[in-house]
């Protein structure tokens, strides 16, 4: 054996199980059975390895384009997103063009609080596919109806259509391309389509049908502390289930220096700010319940994200 190939650990169903809180039960026969034929190999980064890290890292915090008022932020959305419309026109919806266009590839990754390594270039995105796949067959199977918040390139949606081809997708964005893509995806599974919607100031004549849940993934984080317009709008549409993905700055330990980091990028990027402290004090109320609040301490380059399940109370009292 060579002993260079010896030195890498593989990421297990178990592994995955223990940061994702969930039984092998609970994970779906797909993501299962990726985990256990993917290449899944990281080790922890050597003394070379995290000092290339932080010369390529580093840099990026003091560039421009990390810094966006709200407007340039959804001119750059609109022109990458239209980007993947043409792609997706062109050559139709799949994994592959319906795949954020950010998902460039990377030695690197944040694991269970350190920085590792990875000969496969894709192991975020295939771990970010792996934890949509357990979320939505953990939750959504009961749901009547699924919006997503910030549905972008249109991956969630595509494979939400796949999953549930039986329940009304809505993809919910505020740049018109997205809501042309979910039209492509709609082409092809007509349980999809897409609307116009902004989280900082909610349409409030959309209603959702009894039973529907809401999706978001790394969507959220794009409005800073400008939820609490939101959350009331989603308060007020009694859901079945709200299932997020997002990083959550509250989880991070300042005394760790990847998690340093990623709070430095999260502030410089204007990224989700308050959003579970806003939460917590809304249950302390009796008005929500927490299913699940926690960070399986998986993510890519810049910072991770948690995982949060919560719905409304029936009653009040």
Same mark, same amino acid.
């Given at each position: 054996?060579?002993?260079?190939?010896?030195?890498?650990?593989?990421?297990?169903?178990?592994? !995955?199980?223990?940061?994702?809180?969930?039984?092998?039960?609970?994970?779906?026969?797909?993501?299962?059975?990726?985990? @256990?034929?993917?290449?899944?190999?990281?080790?922890?980064?050597?003394?070379?390895?995290?000092?290339?890290?932080?010369?390529?890292?580093?840099?990026?915090?003091?560039?421009?384009?990390?810094? @966006?008022?709200?407007?340039?932020? @959804?001119?750059?959305?609109?022109?990458?997103?239209?980007?993947?419309?043409?792609?997706? @026109?062109?050559?139709?919806?799949?994994?592959?063009?319906?795949?954020?266009?950010?998902?460039?590839?990377?030695?690197?990754?944040?694991?269970?609080?350190?920085?590792?390594?990875?000969?496969?270039?894709?192991? #975020?995105?295939?771990?970010?596919?792996?934890?949509?796949?357990?979320?939505?067959?953990?939750?959504?199977?009961?749901?009547?109806?699924?919006?997503?918040?910030?549905?972008?390139?249109?991956?969630?949606?595509?494979?939400?259509?796949?999953? !549930?081809?039986?329940?009304? *997708?809505?993809?919910?964005?505020?740049?018109?391309?997205?809501?042309?893509?979910?039209?492509?995806?709609?082409?092809?599974?007509?349980?999809?389509?897409?609307?116009? !919607?902004?989280?900082?100031?909610?349409?409030?004549?959309?209603?959702?049908?009894?039973?529907?849940?809401?999706?978001?993934?790394?969507?959220?984080?794009?409005?800073?502390?400008?939820?609490?317009?939101?959350?009331?709008?989603?308060?007020?549409?009694?859901?079945?289930? *709200?299932?997020?993905?997002?990083?959550?700055?509250?989880?991070?330990?300042?005394?760790?220096?990847?998690?340093?980091?990623?709070?430095?990028?999260?502030?410089?990027?204007?990224?989700?700010?308050?959003?579970?402290?806003?939460?917590?004090?809304?249950?302390?109320?009796? *008005?929500?319940?927490? #299913?699940?609040?926690?960070?399986?301490?998986?993510?890519?380059?810049?910072?991770?994200?948690? *995982?949060?399940?919560?719905?409304?109370?029936?009653?009040?009292?």
């Amino acid at each position: 054996m060579n002993p260079y190939e010896a030195c890498w650990e593989n990421i297990t169903p178990a592994d !995955f199980c223990a940061w994702f809180r969930c039984k092998e039960s609970d994970l779906g026969a797909r993501p299962l059975a990726t985990l @256990r034929k993917g290449d899944f190999r990281w080790k922890p980064a050597g003394k070379d390895e995290r000092e290339r890290y932080l010369m390529n890292y580093l840099p990026k915090l003091k560039s421009s384009w990390i810094e @966006r008022d709200r407007e340039k932020n @959804r001119e750059a959305w609109s022109v990458g997103w239209a980007e993947s419309l043409a792609e997706i @026109r062109a050559k139709g919806p799949s994994p592959l063009t319906c795949r954020p266009k950010y998902f460039r590839g990377s030695e690197f990754l944040r694991l269970q609080g350190d920085l590792v390594v990875t000969p496969n270039l894709s192991l #975020e995105n295939e771990l970010l596919n792996v934890t949509r796949e357990h979320l939505f067959f953990k939750y959504l199977a009961d749901a009547s109806a699924i919006y997503e918040l910030g549905c972008g390139s249109g991956q969630n949606l595509l494979l939400l259509a796949e999953m !549930f081809p039986q329940k009304k *997708v809505v993809g919910l964005d505020w740049v018109e391309p997205c809501v042309e893509i979910a039209g492509e995806i709609g082409k092809k599974y007509p349980n999809v389509s897409g609307k116009i !919607f902004d989280m900082t100031e909610p349409d409030k004549n959309l209603k959702l049908p009894p039973g529907a849940a809401f999706v978001s993934i790394h969507a959220m984080e794009q409005i800073g502390d400008r939820h609490f317009r939101l959350l009331e709008w989603m308060l007020s549409q009694r859901p079945k289930w *709200v299932v997020q993905h997002e990083p959550i700055l509250e989880f991070y330990d300042p005394a760790n220096w990847l998690d340093y980091l990623a709070i430095w990028y999260s502030e410089k990027r204007n990224y989700l700010n308050g959003y579970f402290t806003a939460l917590q004090k809304i249950e302390q109320q009796r *008005v929500i319940k927490i #299913e699940e609040a926690y960070r399986p301490r998986v993510g890519g380059v810049f910072h991770e994200a948690s *995982v949060l399940v919560w719905r409304p109370k029936l009653s009040h009292a």
